[in-house]
């Protein structure tokens, strides 16, 4: 095939939009109409350009795809966890794409972590496994026949007898629910076909609770399945018809109860369903109010529940009956304490965790179930992330927790919570010889035009000179109170090796800093946002940490409306960008409540029919707001069957820019034909992806080789 010359240049068709009494002229509108062969055809256009241009760059991206197989543990196996009886446990093998999930029996009658022989509690040997091994489901004996394929779910039954699986074989999140017998290794008669995500079971292990979507993706219905019976008569539990409310289900770890949790983005439902009982029908804990949002967890005959009630913008945590969980009776254990952020609670038998985090960091707090009153586990970082781990039993006094930071690889602790004992179980390996104390992390603070004060989380090499000549990737995020941790990633040694600061600039509208942070970062607030961005990235201009030239900013999904918006601000901001399944015609789908996602959306983003959202929707939606100037490198990613941002999206944008821009460039979309929301689902192609990213980012900022002794 002859390698295009030229970019494709989308075909105009007339197409107006009037709203609010604006005509507004969107010429690529029909970009939308998935079965017109012309749409396939552009995008397979586009797929040409980008590999051409790219082309020059595939030695760089075959070498950072061996940098990155050279570090990554490849034959690796997860640290086991103890539940009813067996030890659980992941494992991959070199040159598989997915992972092999297994079990082994455990010593009879040993219910508590701390009395399992040492090398129980590690990781097996995953080339070499124990005898007794038992494999579960090998994902990739599952994904030979198919491009795709995704784990949505696993649940296994009370009883360890059987396994539900969610399976997703070509990206569109509707799952195919499939039971295995954990003996014999077969699939059961039972299949349900178009499951969203979440699967709980009863106690009996033959019947269970799964969620349904309807045709705009959102889960609406919660419905019982008997195995043996036709799913077809599968009965209805509950049905939500309000469409700002996703539906979901889950089993509690005191194993006394099923629930099933119904969220919009601003409100919460919960009921509750005796585990005991397979045809036990839900049990409102406390009917919906506007505004007040609500988590619950069990222990004993008390509900704990996490809530923003009574003007509690960070969340306080109160107790209720299980026999009268109203808001009458809710009672306060932990109160309302401005500037740190109750995210959730961890109820177990003699103890409460309580998932905290203020000032941009986390911590977990653990405290007496009946006086509220506890200490933070303290951690040696000043930017650092921590968060528990897999804690099945609720008899436990030991907590496992998951550890990192961006010099620090992942680490799994059990702590024990009679002496305060850590047990370093596994740190994420990293081959080549890694060595932390060559690399330095700290934060920045940069100054918002309003006078905020926006953490910056930052890593580098320590040979790396802060004088300007740096060159240094910039990540955001912000939206739907998402917190973008500071955590290690051995992919991210290919830039600091070379080089490279790499920065997560914690704007408004993510969680990082409670809940105001958010609320002062969505609806009318929206651009706090976006002028957060440019404040962090002007800060590492202006404190010498990059230059101008030498700056790549990089941002995913509502993330990559964060990168459109920002480089409609300022065009010049940055000399590369990269924009991964971007929501970037924000006005267009907002205004479509056909399209998954958008009526949820309300809630977060404010409904464009009334005008004071529509008009501040309007001031910084990407694709509206394209303007005749010189743009930077663009790399936009998009997937054919994404259900979260449509594949239009990045295509419209990516026409526009090609049209108005006035300069600069190149822009360049990449669409994934056989994929949705995350990109192709094997590891080795997921690698190679982010390496075409890495040469991209590379190549436009002007960085080096890598330093000498880090791997090639």
């Not at 051409?52 to 070498?63: F, R, S, V």
């Not at 659980?88 to 040993?110: D, F, K, M, N, S």
């Not at 506007?290 to 069990?298: K, R, S």
């Amino acid at each position: 095939m002859t390698a295009p010359s030229e970019p494709p240049l989308a075909e105009r068709r007339p197409h107006q939009v009037t709203r609010h009494g604006e005509t507004v002229e969107d010429p690529w509108f029909w970009l939308r109409e998935r079965e017109d062969p012309a749409v396939r055809t552009h995008l397979e256009a586009e797929n040409a350009w980008t590999q051409a241009h790219l082309a020059p760059l595939e030695p760089l991206i075959d070498t950072l795809f061996g940098e990155i197989r050279s570090r990554v543990q490849e034959t690796d196996a997860s640290v086991p966890t103890l539940d009813g009886g067996w030890l659980y446990y992941r494992r991959t093998l070199e040159g598989q794409q997915y992972g092999i999930h297994c079990r082994r029996a455990a010593p009879a009658g040993v219910d508590d972590v701390r009395t399992l022989p040492d090398d129980l509690r590690r990781p097996v040997d995953p080339a070499a496994p124990p005898d007794d091994e038992v494999v579960l489901l090998d994902e990739n004996v599952e994904a030979a026949e198919h491009e795709f394929f995704r784990l949505g779910g696993y649940a296994v039954s009370p009883d360890h007898k059987l396994a539900a699986e969610l399976v997703d074989t070509n990206g569109s999140e509707r799952f195919t629910i499939r039971v295995r017998d954990l003996a014999t290794g077969e699939l059961l008669d039972d299949v349900i076909e178009g499951a969203a995500y979440s699967l709980a079971w009863f106690d009996d292990s033959a019947t269970f609770l799964y969620a349904v979507p309807d045709d705009a993706w959102r889960p609406y219905q919660v419905k019982r399945h008997r195995l043996g019976t036709d799913p077809a008569e599968d009965e209805l539990v509950l049905q939500e018809d309000d469409e700002r409310f996703w539906l979901g289900v889950g089993r509690m770890r005191s194993d006394r109860y099923l629930a099933i949790s119904i969220g919009s983005k601003v409100t919460s439902e919960w009921h509750l369903l005796d585990a005991a009982d397979p045809a036990a029908r839900p049990r409102l804990v406390a009917p919906r109010e506007y505004g007040v949002e609500y988590d619950v967890d069990h222990r004993g005959d008390r509900l704990l529940i996490v809530t923003n009630a009574d003007g509690a913008e960070d969340f306080k945590l109160v107790t209720a009956p299980v026999d009268t969980p109203g808001r009458e009776h809710w009672r306060d254990l932990v109160a309302h304490r401005p500037g740190v952020r109750l995210e959730g609670v961890d109820a177990f038998a003699s103890h409460l965790v309580l998932h905290e985090r203020t000032q941009a960091r986390t911590q977990l707090r653990v405290v007496d179930p009946d006086t509220g009153e506890g200490d933070v586990l303290q951690m040696e970082e000043e930017v650092y992330s921590a968060g528990t781990g897999p804690n099945p039993a609720f008899a436990s006094r030991v907590l496992r927790i998951v550890y990192t930071s961006l010099t620090t690889p992942t680490q799994v602790i059990d702590v024990d919570l009679d002496t305060g004992e850590r047990t370093l179980l596994k740190q994420q390996p990293v081959r080549g010889g890694y060595d932390r104390t060559r690399y330095v992390s700290w934060r920045e603070w940069a100054t918002a035009a309003d006078g905020t004060r926006v953490p910056v989380s930052l890593v580098r090499h320590a040979d790396t000179p802060l004088d300007g000549t740096a060159p240094c990737l910039l990540y955001g995020y912000g939206s739907y109170e998402i917190s973008i941790d500071p955590g290690f990633s051995p992919v991210r040694l290919s830039l600091l090796d070379r080089g490279f600061v790499f920065a997560i600039a914690h704007v408004r509208g993510g969680g990082e800093m409670g809940r105001r942070w958010y609320e002062d970062g969505k609806f009318l607030a929206k651009p706090n946002t976006f002028t957060d961005f440019v404040a962090c990235a002007d800060h590492l201009v202006e404190q010498g940490i990059t230059a101008r030239d030498r700056l790549a900013v990089r941002g995913g999904s509502a993330g990559g409306l964060l990168i459109g918006a920002a480089l409609n601000l300022r065009p010049d901001l940055a000399a590369a960008a990269v924009a991964e399944v971007p929501f970037v015609d924000v006005v267009n789908t907002m205004s479509d409540p056909s399209i998954p996602l958008t009526v949820i959306e309300y809630d977060e983003w404010g409904n464009p029919e009334e005008p004071d959202y529509y008009e501040v929707m309007r001031s910084y939606s990407p694709y509206d707001n394209v303007r005749p100037a010189d743009y930077p490198a663009l790399f936009v990613t998009a997937g054919l069957n994404d259900p979260r941002v449509q594949y239009w999206e990045p295509a419209k944008w990516v026409a526009k820019l090609r049209a108005t821009a006035t300069g600069g460039g190149p822009i360049l979309l990449r669409t994934e034909l056989g994929a949705g929301h995350a990109g192709r689902s094997g590891r080795y192609d997921a690698w190679r992806d982010e390496a075409r990213v890495l040469a991209f980012v590379i190549d436009r900022v002007g960085a080096g080789a890598p330093r000498s002794g880090a791997p090639r």
